[in-house]
């Protein structure tokens, strides 16, 4: 499927930029994206990647991610019946997933990556997504997001009153988008035309070498010691906490310059502050208190995040060069103007179009969409708190297929791209209805 999509973004965008005279911004709009997606995605995602791939391996040789998948071990084996439930995969996930949901994309992507590697090691069609890859990727897509940190940012820079008040509804919409994106990529994948192939006779009698696994050292066990310097770490956090946003507890003036949010807020800052520090300091410590040799652990992880991403540049370049002509050609606009008909019928508010189709592409052209709705409608008008509802529960479909697949060389997405598609649709009517019951 996601080859008919591209094919058509790239003639479509050069018929409609032909109609309307703008065949120059197609063009530009190609030698933009290109660059972007080397020099703006893909080399500084080698650094973010190494990171935390080395805080990963840190948290799986300390046993931290096994504590956590045997947490959620019996929801993950539903979802995932494919996946050997001590898999390293399963870890993984659920360390993806947390990231996800406390809007931690700066760490959901790398530890997404390693999921998919870990997916693909399972795969019997090498360049074909299982079942389980599309079922991961839709859980992306319709990630229940707990925070969405970004659109309050975007609200509190423009003195929106009430910034924290689309936590409640875009909490609700991602429940909706994510309860649709799996049940949709579980009816997909029992359509006949979205079945894996049958492997061939010789594949099933020769199988492919495959490299030892590493051997696997357990970790030492905490002493009395080490739980009570995790005891004094978590107080010194907490400390952090109350000094960062609720300083007259602890007897401090808070810093001058500061706005002075609500309650509500100021946790929800704080929290977004806190995370990754917490995330890159509490790994390396536990790990270190259960005898682990952690830098050299660390970079042992670290080694595999240039390689990744240098693998991934030629999807992201396909992909966002289709998305760069289309938008440069003035389909997006083309789409909005005949669907508005559509949507005044189905009282879906038609200011809304352009951020509901551009979504799914590009997360900075929704992000620019939504700045202009919050500048021309006010920061707290319903309109507002709905396209910060839709930004906060929906997802870059096409850009976390790109990344996703392409760290694992898959070229046959079979049902991700419908399932990934039922999840934004989703959000996005949710958000609308939930915020009319609300707000309005």
């Not at 005279?21 to 500084?44: C, D, H, I, S």
């Not at 509804?169 to 949709?184: D, H, P």
């Not at 997006?332 to 509901?356: C, N, R, S, W, Y």
Request: aromatic share 8%; with cysteine.
């Amino acid at each position: 499927m996601l080859n008919y999509i591209w094919l058509g973004l790239v003639v479509g965008a050069v018929l409609i930029g032909g109609w309307n005279g703008r065949l120059p911004q197609v063009t530009e709009g190609a030698l933009n994206m290109a660059k972007f997606a080397v020099m703006n995605l893909a080399l500084p995602l080698a650094g973010v990647m190494a990171l935390w791939l080395g805080i990963m391996r840190l948290a799986e040789k300390s046993g931290m991610v096994q504590w956590l998948s045997r947490m959620l071990r019996p929801i993950l084996v539903r979802l995932f019946p494919d996946v050997p439930p001590n898999h390293p995969a399963m870890g993984s996930m659920v360390m993806n997933i947390a990231a996800n949901m406390l809007g931690l994309s700066n760490a959901a992507t790398p530890l997404g990556l390693r999921a998919m590697k870990d997916l693909e090691s399972l795969n019997p069609h090498p360049g074909t997504a299982t079942n389980s890859m599309c079922t991961f990727l839709a859980i992306n897509t319709g990630s229940v997001q707990l925070i969405p940190v970004t659109a309050i940012a975007v609200l509190v820079a423009n003195n929106a009153k009430d910034p924290s008040a689309i936590i409640g509804t875009a909490f609700l919409a991602t429940v909706c988008a994510a309860v649709s994106a799996i049940i949709g990529v579980k009816f997909f994948e029992r359509l006949p035309w979205f079945q894996l192939p049958r492997p061939t006779t010789a594949a099933t009698t020769t199988p492919e070498p495959t490299t030892p696994p590493e051997p696997t050292i357990q970790p030492a066990p905490l002493t009395a010691g080490a739980i009570l310097l995790l005891a004094a770490f978590g107080l010194g956090f907490a400390l952090l906490f109350l000094r960062t946003a609720f300083p007259g507890l602890l007897g401090l003036e808070p810093e001058a310059g500061l706005r002075p949010d609500g309650p509500l807020v100021r946790v929800v800052k704080t929290l977004s502050l806190l995370a990754m520090p917490l995330l890159l300091s509490f790994f390396p410590l536990y790990a270190a208190l259960r005898k682990i040799k952690v830098y050299e652990e660390f970079v042992e992880g670290a080694k595999e995040g240039f390689q990744v991403s240098i693998r991934i540049i030629p999807y992201l370049v396909a992909m966002l060069v289709a998305i760069g002509m289309f938008r440069g050609a003035g389909g997006i606009e083309l789409l909005t103007a005949g669907l508005q008909p559509l949507m005044k019928l189905v009282h879906f508010p038609p200011e809304l179009l352009p951020m509901a189709l551009i979504r799914p592409l590009s997360g900075s052209g929704s992000l620019g969409v939504f700045t202009d709705l919050v500048k021309e409608f006010g920061p707290d008008s319903l309109l507002t708190r709905t396209a910060g509802t839709i930004y906060g529960s929906t997802e870059t479909t096409f850009y976390v297929l790109a990344v996703y697949f392409g760290s694992a060389n898959i070229k046959r997405t079979r049902h991700a791209v419908p399932a990934g598609l039922v999840a934004d649709v989703a959000g996005i009517i949710a958000s609308v209805i939930i915020c009319r019951l609300v707000f309005a």
